[in-house]
């Protein structure tokens, strides 16, 4: 797995199938089912931060191939709204400041556009995704801000968590 990009190169959904031909069929059928809405897929390293490192790089991809401008405004809204609720449940703005910067700047770029001065095209935003420091640093900053969510939120997600609480 070490060996593997952290966000791999566009392949076809075809080759996800191939794998799982003589296999399990339950999973051809879902793929099949895939390839009705979607052609391509990425690999993603499996390093235990697959679902937040997925979640991320699909996310900007998709608001940067689409050029999403309101979605990357409000997006960018949300994260600045994280500043101070991440202080309010704990954390020292040393802590996530710069991770947060980081994204804020990328969905920045990503509003911008590619060819432009400022702006970020996809190959830029695979390069950023593969890069170690700045990949981990993002899926730092997720998994901040879920933890913090789940804080918030404890009367909600306390019956899908373990809590172990100290008297």
């Known amino acids: 797995e070490k060996n593997k990009p952290y ?8 080759s996800l199938k191939q794998e799982y031909i003589n296999g399990s069929q339950v999973f051809v059928q879902k793929i099949e089912k895939l390839q009705g809405q979607y052609g ?10 697959c679902f937040f490192r997925s979640f991320i790089y699909g996310y900007l991809e998709w608001l940067l191939v ?5 979605e990357c405004r409000r997006f960018l809204n949300c994260l600045q ?6 202080v309010d449940i704990g954390y020292e703005p040393i802590v996530f400041e710069d991770p947060l ?18 702006g970020i095209d996809q190959q830029q935003l ?8 700045w990949s981990n640093t993002c899926v730092m ?4 801000i879920t933890s913090a969510e789940i804080k918030r939120r404890l009367e909600h997600f306390e019956p899908f968590v373990v809590v172990s609480r100290t008297q």
């Open 66 to 70: 689409n050029q999403q401008e309101d």
């Open 126 to 133: 695979v390069e950023n995704f593969r890069e170690d420091v």
């Open 81 to 86: 709204g994280w500043k101070q609720k991440l």
């Open 101 to 118: 910067d980081m994204l804020l700047q990328q969905v920045q770029a990503i509003l911008i556009g590619p060819g432009v001065e400022g």
């Open 40 to 49: 391509t897929m990425r690999r993603t390293r499996g390093d235990g931060n």
């Open 141 to 144: 900053l997720l998994r901040f």
């Open 7 to 14: 966000v791999g190169d566009v392949e076809p959904l075809d």
